[in-house]
């Protein structure tokens, strides 16, 4: 007997059997198919909007690193310390608000999470331009710290909602794609910050203090303009989700949060999972925000660390598009293509861990080539994982297992920055700690199977993996996906 699903506002539930996903409208075309499904032309403003707050809200998290020697000499008490807990705010706010926040937006909507998320933001870039009109160093680091944990608590739902909005809005053979594309844009803000330097002076001979503040200064006033547009753009149109579901997926009512809690805790493939992404994507992610005190032991400076960060960054962009366009085309080898780009990225990470050590002779162009893609092809799995988890937990809320692992990789990457706060620890041992993640996160994915739950009902009933399909049927053949 064919699995049933309950569709959200009917008490009737849904027969895959009788429903055939594969009369879906092509991208682009509004009308209804026979099957009830709608894809709208607005789903590509909505992924807009989110992408650009998204890399918005990076561009205010590692806003510091790129200029840490301006900062440094502009204002007193700050250093490497300072600048760590800066990117260290987003981390603590991350770990003890990211449950709260994906009840928010798993219960009231993707709209409220949204403008949630753009509120917190615009506080924070306003919230740091206050202080000049005091003229105060100590106020201003205060109120640095305020904007931290104002930007850090929007990153909650910036990292988890993506697969949220895909489900919402995009047909299946676009939803790894659009994931793709605001979890590109988000990463894409690093290299928004790593321009910075364009702007603000390094403290050369005959640069003054106040030449370095006041550029910081026309810096954050024009952070402060974009949040606050970005915040009335997102007010004027962003709705949860439109008049007609996209695929059959899309129409069916997930778990609510307690029983997907539940659910996710028994669920081993899925714990394994956020380990796995945990482990592998925490310490290359942060590193990138504070990666120029590594590469200073390596003789290269603040304004070369910009262009080694900032080409990083774009390379990690395309690469990750590319992979989440791939996956979306070439169904099904979410593991395969993972383990394929950490293996790549644990190599490149050795790579540079031997220039670091002496081992090899220091070049710029090893330097570069190490860090740019060891980095890339390790974003390029962030999509992938992303999936393979959303498929391995299906029916519960994709925001919830979104949180699942963001959060858990937002802890490692917590405890990678409180490291940097111990007085004269240097920076030789990040690389043995990118070796240490890159070598044990492939671990558990050889350990995770794969389930192409959602997909196979999106796609076609007579799924390219049947036997899974029928395996759950045989086992529980009246399942109903609500509780």
């Known amino acids: 007997m064919p699995t049933q699903y309950l569709r959200r506002g009917s008490p009737t539930p849904l027969t895959i059997t009788n429903f055939h996903p594969l009369a879906m ?4 075309d509004s009308s209804a198919n026979k099957g009830g499904q709608k894809v709208y032309p607005s789903r590509f403003w909505i992924l807009g909007v989110f992408s650009f707050l998204a890399w918005f809200q990076c561009v205010q998290w590692s806003i510091w690193g790129p200029i840490s020697e301006s900062v440094d000499a502009a204002f007193e008490g700050w250093g490497s310390g300072t600048v760590a807990m800066m990117a260290n705010w987003g981390t603590i706010t991350f770990a003890s608000c990211v449950a709260p926040m994906c009840w928010l937006m798993s219960t009231k909507g993707l709209r409220v999470g949204v403008v949630t998320c753009a509120v917190l933001v615009a506080c924070a870039t306003v919230a740091r331009i206050l202080p000049f009109m005091a ?7 205060v109120m640095c710290h305020i904007a931290a944990i104002l930007n850090g608590i929007a990153g909650t739902l910036i990292m988890s909602a993506p697969p949220m909005i895909a489900a919402e809005w995009f047909p299946p053979k676009e939803r790894t794609t659009a994931t793709a594309v605001s979890q590109v844009l988000n990463q894409l803000g690093t290299a928004g910050s790593y321009l910075a330097p364009l702007l603000v002076q390094s403290p050369n001979a005959g640069v003054t203090k106040d030449q370095i503040k006041s550029d910081i ?24 989700k439109p008049p007609t579901p996209p695929s059959v997926t899309s129409s069916v009512q997930r778990l609510n949060f307690k029983s997907s809690l539940k659910k996710l805790m028994r669920n081993r493939n899925v714990l394994l999972t956020t380990i796995a992404y945990s482990v592998c994507i925490a310490i290359p992610a942060t590193w990138l925000s504070v990666l120029n005190y590594s590469l200073n032991d ?31 085309l070439v169904y ?4 395969a293509s993972l383990l394929f ?11 540079f861990y031997l220039l670091t050590m002496g081992t ?7 330097i570069f080539c190490s860090v740019v893609i060891g980095l890339a092809s390790n974003f390029a799995n962030a999509p992938l994982f992303f999936e393979l988890a959303v498929e391995r937990a299906y029916p519960c809320p994709e925001v919830i297992v979104a949180g699942l692992l963001t959060g858990l990789m937002n802890f490692i990457g917590l405890i990678f920055l409180f490291v940097f706060l111990i ?3 240097g920076y030789k041992w990040v690389t043995y700690v990118l070796l240490s993640s890159g070598s044990l996160s492939i671990i558990p994915v050889l350990l995770v199977q794969e389930d192409y739950s959602r997909s196979n009902i999106d796609r076609n009933v007579d799924s390219p993996i049947p036997e899974q399909v029928a395996a759950k049927e045989k086992q529980s053949p009246h399942q109903l996906a609500v509780i």
């Open 25 to 28: 409208d092509e991208p682009g």
């Open 135 to 141: 003229d105060s160093d100590k106020f201003f680091t």
């Open 217 to 240: 200064k026309t810096l954050l006033y024009i952070y402060a303009a974009v949040g606050v547009t970005l915040l009335i753009a997102i007010l004027v149109y962003f709705p949860t």
């Open 298 to 328: 390596l003789g290269i400076d603040q304004d070369n660390a910009m262009w080694v960060g900032l080409t990083a960054v774009l390379v990690q962009g395309v690469t990750g598009l590319l992979v989440g366009r791939m996956t979306d």
């Open 332 to 335: 099904g080898h979410v593991k």
């Open 341 to 351: 780009f950490m293996i790549i990225s644990l190599a490149c990470f050795y790579w």
């Open 360 to 366: 090899i002779p220091v070049t710029k162009g090893q």
């Open 423 to 425: 007085p004269d620890i």
